[in-house]
């Protein structure tokens, strides 16, 4: 018997790292796409 994971594992911890990894990404990216929204939604005329 070999040391370390089965192939099976190997893939899926793979698979998931790039998951973590895109998701990190995303946490990264949604708080600055948030404020640029806001600021453009107080930016706009108001309507009356």
């Avoid at 404020?35 to 706009?44: G, I, K």
């Amino acid at each position: 018997m070999r040391d370390g994971l089965a192939t099976g594992d190997r893939d899926r911890a793979k698979a998931l790292e790039r998951e973590d990894r895109v998701l990190r990404q995303a946490n990264e990216i949604l708080p600055k796409t948030s404020a640029c929204f806001a600021q453009a939604e107080l930016d706009r005329p108001l309507k009356r």
